[in-house]
């Protein structure tokens, strides 16, 4: 059974890091786009937030909003894809979830709906 856990989450002040962690099984991720979604406290699930994917090739793309400051890699010897998020700030509060798409074309997509492999979500908590 295709499954994703992430991990890695917590509660740190302003200007801290932490590093993410999604560990797949049941399917090979080599081939796979990976990436990292985020929902905010009080919003819905349909309004998870793009933050960061990466192309089987090493290929990437950010949200605006996280340039800079945060980093996705990928270890396909490990099956694991990963969150470096530096200078952290409190509007980067949200439960993060990592998301596979293991079809179709290898153009990186920002939409949650283009992923068919979902983690069940780690608790990011930045106080000021």
């Known amino acids: 059974q295709e499954q994703l ?3 890695g989450g917590g509660l740190v ?13 049941g399917f090979t991720i080599s ?12 919003k819905e699930r349909e309004e998870r937030e793009f933050v960061a994917a990466i192309a089987w090739n090493g290929n990437t793309i950010y949200a605006d909003s996280v340039k800079g ?3 996705i890699s ?3 010897a490990k099956n694991m894809a990963y969150l470096q998020m530096n ?3 409190p509007e980067d509060t949200a439960v993060y979830s990592c998301a596979a798409k293991t079809y179709g074309s290898v153009r990186l997509e920002m ?3 283009r992923y068919n492999f979902w983690g069940q979500g780690t ?3 930045v106080s000021s």
């Open 31 to 42: 081939s796979s786009a990976m990436a990292w979604f985020r929902q905010a406290p009080g």
């Open 87 to 89: 200078n952290l700030k």
């Open 13 to 25: 002040q302003a200007g801290a890091s932490l590093r993410l962690s999604c560990v797949a099984s």
């Open 74 to 76: 990928r270890d396909n």
């Open 123 to 125: 608790q990011v908590t």
């Open 69 to 71: 400051r945060i980093t």
């Open 5 to 7: 856990v992430d991990s």
């Open 111 to 113: 939409s949650p709906y």
